[in-house]
C-alpha cells in the first residue's frame, strides 16, 4: 500500500479506531478474562491473541451501539460516530468485529482450541446480535407491563450477559481447563454480566437525577452537561422499569412509559421518579446477585488470592458510585413515600 493511501487508511480507520480502545471503560471484562484464565489453571498471562479479540468484539459492539441509540458520550467522550460520521463508524464498527475473529485465526495456538474460541465468539456475536433486535424493538410504552420482566431478562442475558459469559469462557478455553469447571464458570459470568446491565441501567437514572435536581434544564446539552440518558430517550426496556413493575401499579408504570415522548424535561422528571422508586431496591438486587456468584464462585475455586481479587474486581459492580444529590434525593423519595 503506497504512502497516500496508508494516511488514508489511518484517518479513516485505524486511528479512530485505536483512540476509541484506548478509552477507561470499567475493563470488566479484560480483568474476569485474566482471572478466570487463572482460575482455570493458566500459568502468566492469557494469550494476547484472546484478549485482543475480546477487546475488538467489545468496542465494536459499543460503536454499532451508539449508532442505533445516538449516544452522545462513549466513556465519557464525544461518541465515534459523533465525531467521525455514522458511514465511517459504521465501517470501524464491522471491522473491530472481523479484527476480533482474525485476532484468534492468526493466533499460534493449538488448532483444537484455536476453533473452540473461534466458535465461543461467533455464537456469542450471534446472540448479542438477536439481544440488540429485541432491546431495539421492544420500547417499554408498547411493550405489555406483564411482559417487562421477560423481555428485558432475555435483552440482558443475550447482549451484556453473553459477552461477559465469553471473556469467562475464552479464558477456561485458552487455559485448557477440565469440562467440570469449563460447565461452571461461563455460567458464573452471565449472570456477573446481568448484574452489570443492572448496574448500568440505574446507574443512567442516578445521573439523570443528580442533574435534574441542580438544573433542571429544558435541554441539558446547552448547558455542556456530560449526561447519559439515551435509555430513557429511546424508551428502552431496562431493569428499573422491571422493579418499578414490582413496586408498584401497573398503571402508574404505564402512564410513566407514555411520558417518554414529552419533552427532554418531562423524560428527565420521570427517570427521577423511577430513580427515587427503585434505586435502594435495585441496588439491593444487584449486590445480592453478585454475592451469590461470589459464593458459587467459591465452591469450586480454592485460591483465595483469585477470589479477592474476584471480589474486588465486582466490586465496580455491587457498589454504586452515585453522587451525593442523587443519594439524597433517593433517601427523601423513599421518606416522602413513606410519609404518604
Known sequence: MTPYLRKLLDRSLHGPVSDFKCRQGKRIRGSLLQLSYEMAGGVGMVPSAVSDAIESLHAGSLVIDDIQDDSRLRRGQISLHQT?????????????????????????????????????????????????????????????????????????????????????????????????????????????????????????????????????????????????????????????????????????????????DGSQKQRWNVGKELFLLTGQHGDRVIADLVTEQMHLTAEHVIDHRLLDQMSEILQAIKQPSWPDVAIEGMHLGVSQKADR
Open 84 to 260: 467521525l460520521g455514522i458511514p465511517l463508524a459504521i465501517n470501524a464498527g464491522n471491522w473491530m468485529y472481523f479484527h476480533a475473529l482474525e485476532c484468534l485465526s492468526d493466533a499460534k495456538l493449538p488448532d483444537p482450541m484455536r476453533i473452540d474460541l473461534l466458535n465461543a465468539m461467533i455464537r456469542t456475536a450471534r446472540c448479542c446480535h438477536e439481544g440488540q433486535a429485541i432491546d431495539l424493538e421492544a420500547r417499554v410504552d408498547r411493550v405489555p407491563v406483564e411482559h417487562w420482566d421477560q423481555t428485558a431478562s432475555a435483552i440482558s442475558r443475550l447482549k451484556t450477559g453473553s459477552l461477559v459469559e465469553l471473556a469467562v469462557r475464552m479464558g477456561c478455553i485458552a487455559a485448557a481447563t477440565p469440562d467440570p469447571l469449563l460447565s461452571v464458570l461461563p455460567a458464573l459470568g452471565r449472570r456477573i454480566g446481568i448484574a452489570l446491565q443492572m448496574r448500568n441501567d440505574l446507574d443512567e437514572l442516578a445521573s439523570i437525577t443528580e442533574v435534574a435536581s441542580i438544573a433542571p434544564y429544558e435541554n441539558s446539552y446547552d448547558y455542556d452537561v456530560p449526561v447519559r440518558d439515551d435509555d430513557l430517550r429511546n424508551s428502552r426496556l431496562t431493569w428499573p422499569w422491571v422493579w418499578a413493575s414490582q413496586l408498584t401499579s401497573h398503571e402508574q408504570c404505564r402512564k410513566w412509559s407514555l411520558g417518554l
